[in-house]
């Protein structure tokens, strides 16, 4: 039987790629950057999946610094302890060096953890600030590369200069970094595209339109689609009840909701006695559960049946402003929330009113609920909003059980970041 054997070259960008990471796990840049002008900062150890983001972090573990001391890692070292802070530095710059050098922020190792992750479990605080802002520049350069696609798709008339430009994005120009010994380095364009937080999650969520076919399974503790994704579950009700006191603070509101779900939140708006009661809600089988309930029946609610996309605009044609509004859709992604307060809110919202949104943004992992909350708040302030934070406390929900017969954790995180947006000024 005949095998296939490494070719020189495949052989050299193996031992290239292990230096690469052993200079990122010392924190070596003097090593590193010569390194990295014909190497990768996102090779990856074939045993632990670490990129050399993860080596830089892990090496500021502190038991792997006490095993240094001792010996047990690399030879004879001294035993004079490392000061945190110097370790922690050290790695800081070795980061930033590699994210200069086009190092993905969220590649994922054997534990299925970001750089950002395994910084977080360790403790490491300043360095997970580093890749939470790394991420927030990745996420805001797709969102910008996003709304250059649709201006492309907009303007057939500069259809030449836009394909130059385009290609150029594609295939990646040819960039210089200067060193900070005054190097001049020629940067290859990376094969990889920039992830975004989304692409680490599991891809188990349907589009609005195939989920607005499918039937759903309603509990009094949660609602299904049908590949049992959870829509909502009663696990959110203290966020809904909070969220309702803040947007709704005294009777007699006009107020607007957009996706009715379990009805949690809309039976907390109507405890604030609203003067109307505008619910917006696409989803046949909730409709029907909708009438069942009265809903329809309510002293000053309206329910408009379909998509928000084509509701709103009809209640701005007619000047129905609302002193609340509220937004929790399933099955559409952050693009959805930031056309609606980008192009809507201005027309709904009366300019003492207030508007709020289920924060769920990222949140089957940490790091990206931190990133997207960064990115949401300039988003918002972009679109003419500011937005004040309220941090609630959510409880383990997997010992709880509350995952039990649901597709996907769409929530792992301990802490609820409650928006509420108002107009700047």
């Given at each position: 039987?005949?095998?296939d054997t490494?070719?020189?070259?495949d052989?050299?960008?193996?031992i290239?790629g292990?230096?690469?990471?052993?200079?990122?796990?010392?924190?070596?840049?003097?090593?590193?950057?010569?390194?990295?002008?014909?190497?990768?900062?996102?090779?990856?150890?074939?045993?632990?999946?670490?990129?050399?983001?993860?080596?830089?972090i892990?090496?500021?573990?502190?038991?792997?610094?006490?095993?240094?001391?001792?010996?047990v890692?690399?030879?004879?070292?001294?035993?004079?302890?490392?000061?945190?802070?110097?370790?922690?530095?050290?790695?800081?710059e070795?980061?930033?060096?590699l994210?200069?050098?086009?190092?993905?922020?969220n590649?994922?190792d054997?534990?299925?953890?970001?750089?950002?992750?395994?910084?977080?479990?360790l403790?490491?605080?300043?360095?997970?600030?580093?890749m939470?802002?790394?991420?927030?520049r990745a996420?805001?350069?797709?969102?910008?590369?996003d709304e250059?696609?649709?201006?492309k798709?907009?303007?057939?008339a500069?259809?030449?200069?836009?394909?130059?430009?385009?290609?150029?994005?594609?295939?990646g120009?040819?960039?210089?970094?200067?060193?900070?010994d005054g190097?001049?380095?020629p940067?290859?364009?990376t094969?990889?595209?920039?992830?975004?937080?989304?692409?680490?999650?599991?891809d188990?969520?349907?589009?609005?339109?195939?989920y607005?076919?499918?039937?759903?399974s309603?509990?009094?503790?949660r609602?299904?689609?049908?590949?049992?994704?959870?829509?909502?579950?009663s696990?959110?009700?203290?966020?809904?009840r909070r969220?309702?006191?803040?947007l709704?603070?005294e009777?007699?509101?006009?107020?607007?909701?957009?996706?009715?779900g379990?009805?949690?939140?809309?039976?907390?708006?109507?405890?604030?006695?609203p003067s109307?009661?505008?619910?917006?809600?696409?989803?046949?089988?909730?409709?029907?559960?909708?009438?069942?309930?009265?809903?329809?029946?309510?002293p000053?609610?309206?329910?408009?049946?379909?998509?928000?996309?084509?509701?709103?605009?009809?209640?701005?044609?007619q000047?129905?402003?609302?002193?609340?509004?509220?937004?929790d859709?399933?099955?559409?992604?952050?693009?959805?929330?930031?056309?609606?307060?980008?192009?809507?809110?201005l027309?709904?919202?009366?300019?003492?009113?207030?508007?709020?949104?289920?924060?769920?943004?990222?949140?089957?992992?940490?790091?990206?609920?931190?990133v997207?909350?960064?990115v949401?708040?300039?988003?918002?302030?972009?679109a003419?909003?500011?937005?004040?934070?309220?941090?609630?406390?959510?409880?383990?929900?997997?010992?709880?059980?509350?995952?039990?017969?649901v597709?996907?954790?769409?929530?792992?995180?301990?802490?609820?970041?409650?928006?509420?947006?108002?107009?700047?000024?």
């Amino acid at each position: 039987m005949e095998y296939d054997t490494p070719s020189a070259s495949d052989q050299d960008a193996a031992i290239q790629g292990q230096l690469i990471l052993l200079a990122a796990s010392h924190h070596d840049l003097e090593s590193l950057r010569p390194l990295l002008r014909t190497g990768s900062a996102n090779v990856q150890n074939p045993e632990t999946g670490f990129t050399p983001l993860h080596a830089a972090i892990a090496a500021c573990d502190p038991l792997r610094r006490e095993k240094q001391a001792n010996g047990v890692y690399n030879g004879d070292h001294s035993t004079e302890s490392i000061a945190k802070e110097d370790i922690e530095g050290s790695a800081g710059e070795t980061i930033k060096l590699l994210l200069q050098r086009g190092a993905i922020w969220n590649d994922v190792d054997k534990n299925d953890e970001t750089p950002g992750c395994l910084a977080l479990r360790l403790g490491l605080r300043e360095l997970y600030n580093i890749m939470v802002d790394a991420g927030v520049r990745a996420e805001m350069l797709l969102n910008r590369l996003d709304e250059y696609q649709m201006l492309k798709d907009q303007n057939s008339a500069d259809e030449a200069g836009e394909d130059a430009i385009s290609d150029q994005i594609g295939q990646g120009i040819d960039a210089t970094v200067t060193d900070e010994d005054g190097t001049e380095n020629p940067q290859k364009p990376t094969e990889q595209e920039p992830q975004s937080s989304s692409e680490i999650q599991p891809d188990t969520i349907p589009n609005t339109s195939s989920y607005l076919r499918s039937p759903v399974s309603l509990s009094p503790s949660r609602l299904l689609d049908s590949s049992a994704n959870g829509v909502m579950m009663s696990w959110e009700t203290p966020l809904m009840r909070r969220t309702a006191e803040l947007l709704c603070p005294e009777p007699g509101f006009k107020i607007l909701n957009i996706g009715h779900g379990m009805g949690i939140i809309d039976d907390f708006f109507q405890t604030k006695s609203p003067s109307q009661h505008h619910i917006i809600e696409a989803h046949p089988s909730v409709l029907s559960q909708m009438r069942d309930n009265g809903w329809y029946d309510k002293p000053g609610v309206t329910v408009h049946e379909g998509k928000w996309q084509d509701i709103c605009p009809k209640l701005i044609e007619q000047e129905i402003m609302f002193d609340a509004i509220y937004f929790d859709t399933f099955a559409e992604d952050y693009n959805a929330l930031r056309t609606f307060f980008s192009d809507l809110v201005l027309g709904l919202l009366d300019e003492k009113g207030s508007w709020g949104f289920f924060n769920g943004l990222g949140a089957d992992r940490q790091i990206c609920y931190d990133v997207y909350a960064k990115v949401v708040e300039m988003d918002l302030f972009e679109a003419g909003f500011e937005v004040e934070w309220e941090d609630l406390e959510v409880p383990d929900l997997e010992q709880e059980g509350e995952w039990e017969g649901v597709r996907r954790k769409y929530w792992v995180c301990r802490q609820y970041k409650l928006p509420i947006c108002r107009f700047t000024g």
